[in-house]
């Protein structure tokens, strides 16, 4: 029999919207080709259990265990929407790769947290499992975060310099150069901040096209003071984030702080005050993105965004009216906004399994290059 060359990667990332999953075949030089994707949303109970656990409370343990095993019940679930499209059985699968759920990313205290349990994946699929991506990198002193400029690189190359721009709970953005290794940070809240404040004023997950938002307009003086009053802004790369700091507190807290120093006293916000903060949450974005760009790639030819964001429409309006460069998205070169990350961790499962340095100090600021990941044999 040949050996099996196809693998499933599954991303639940930092929106906690729900698990995207895809099945491809990587060639020898880790080319893949996408043959199915599947997405399967959080049931509610999962996605707040999930967001609870960001944040420090009781019996975080068992909690902790039975939301991974629920996580690795739903992935069970995305595995067999991909088989059943292909047509393929389990053992036609090298392996898949299992991002897990991140709720804590303290690289600064030497540990960042995805609940997963890939031994019951294992179980419920057949299927190898690769898991704990980050861990190692940031044992070796790295941000453990972001993996996917590797991947990016292998992808997305061009004879130009070009910035892969993922739109996600959290932005990242990859600076590839024709003759260079791959650079890469995050640069802030993508969606997240966004989601929250759409979920308490309008009560949906968050804002379809953007369309809320756009309806008002940003404040320059609140987006100045946002951008100010958070040092994590301005701090050099390597650098990675999560809801550990761009948290509903930090948002309250500083609104809160905002419309004291303001004199705004008011506690009831009108329709339209709700919707100016939230085009200014979308111009924090923006405008974090902007500056990053600005500084780490001023010779970026054009700029690929992929993630949930690229369907905001206000949001890829303001990209396109503040960066340096021409914004489009990943389409253009063939692979789907809502794939690539599931793409990588598909690509970084092959990538244990071939021995390959995965981690790169490049973007991470590890002390070397180190493979990702641990093993759960079928
Ligand atoms: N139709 C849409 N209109 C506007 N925004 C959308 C739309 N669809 C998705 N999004 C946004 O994209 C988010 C999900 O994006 P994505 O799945 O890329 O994030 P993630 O993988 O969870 O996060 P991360 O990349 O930080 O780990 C949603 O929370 C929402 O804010
Ligand atoms: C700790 C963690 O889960 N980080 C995520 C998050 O979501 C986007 C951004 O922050 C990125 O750094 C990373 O995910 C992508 C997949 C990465 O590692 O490249």
Redesign the pocket.
Known sequence: MTKPDLYIGL?S?????GV?AVLARFDANGSPSLLARASVDFPSTLHDELLALNIAGANELERSALAANSLARLYAQAVEALLGQARISPKQVAALGAHGQTVRHRPDLGFTVQLNSPALLAELTGISVIADFRSRDVAAGGQGAPLVPIFHAGVFKAPHTRVIL?????ANITILRPNEAPKGFDTGP??ML??LWCAKHTGC??????AWGAQGEHDASLLAFLLNSEPWFAMPAPKSTGRDLFSQEWLETRLTEYRMNAGLNKQLLTQREAQNIQATLRRLTAETIAQSVRAYAADAEEVLVC???A??AALMLDLQKIMPSPVRTTESEGIGTQDV?ALAFAWLAWAHQQGITAGHPDVTGARGHRILGACWPA
Do not use: P
């Not at 997950?205 to 953007?210: L, V």
């Open positions: 991303m990332g930092t929106s906690l919207d995207d993922n739109l996600g709970g959290i993508a969606n966004m989601d997950a968050f804002d379809e096209d953007g993630g949930g964001g369907r905001n990350e």
